[in-house]
């Protein structure tokens, strides 16, 4: 299946049909012929703070509860259809829970620790994570995206929001800080259940949702990610 871009401009609710038919759709070029957001939309719509700037739709779909997003796949963005997710996230780890991975040296200290700061302060952001962390210093920024990176890459944690940045006058200072809960907390919140079977399972019910609908390459590049 070949996917293009209509001349007119792509909408959030074009975005959100397509998520709806392919199950995942990474933000920006990632995998073999399939699409990305950065394909469909024009490059003067992005970052415009305007109904069809995608850079706000990646925190509208899972506030919306219509898809997860987080830097599921090789460390990079993707947004992933509700009703895809309990499978992908089964996939990518959550079969078994983040702490018996971590008792079978499977997880990194810095991800337990996040984790366990993230699971008693659903939707903290960023800086507050970091400080409660105690990787505020500049030589422990990799360590702390290292394992933000671990955490949504086992699908233990998702992207919820993001935070705008105030001084303390309250008025806007710098970027956007990015928010982050469990991936559990975000599933409850919007009606989803957790996938009980196996990964094996999970596997096969995503590849027979795939092969109607994704190319050879596409399905290829994915089933190496998860071998």
Same mark, same amino acid.
């Given at each position: 299946m070949v996917f293009e871009a209509a001349p007119a401009s792509f909408t959030f609710e074009d975005a959100a049909k397509l998520i709806s038919q392919i199950g995942i @759709? *990474? @933000?920006?070029p990632l995998i073999p012929d399939h699409p990305s957001l950065k394909s469909l939309t024009k490059e003067e719509d992005w970052h415009t703070d305007t109904e069809l700037d995608p850079w706000k739709w990646r925190v509208r779909f899972p506030a919306e509860g219509l898809a997860a997003y987080g830097?599921?796949?090789k460390k990079k963005a993707v947004l992933v259809d509700r009703e895809w997710f309990p499978y992908f996230s089964a996939v990518l780890g959550n079969v078994r829970t983040f702490r018996e991975r971590y008792s079978s040296g499977l997880a990194s200290r810095e991800a337990h620790v996040i984790l366990e700061i993230i699971e008693n302060n659903e939707g903290i952001e960023t800086r507050q @994570? =970091?400080?409660e962390a105690g990787m &505020?210093?500049? #030589? &422990?920024?990799t360590a702390f995206d290292n394992a933000l990176n671990e955490l949504q890459g086992s699908a233990d944690i998702v992207i919820s929001g993001v935070q705008q940045r105030l001084n303390a006058d309250g008025a806007k200072n710098g970027w956007n800080s990015t928010s982050f809960e469990t991936a559990g907390h975000w599933m409850r919140g919007t009606g989803i #259940? *957790?996938?009980p079977g196996? =990964? #094996?399972e999970a596997v096969l019910w995503l590849k027979a949702r795939m092969e109607p609908v994704w190319t *050879?390459?596409?399905m290829a590049w994915i089933h190496k990610c998860w071998a």
């Open positions: @759709l *990474p @933000l920006a830097k599921f796949l @994570l =970091r400080a &505020k210093a500049k #030589e &422990k920024k #259940e *957790p996938f196996t =990964r #094996e *050879p390459d596409a």
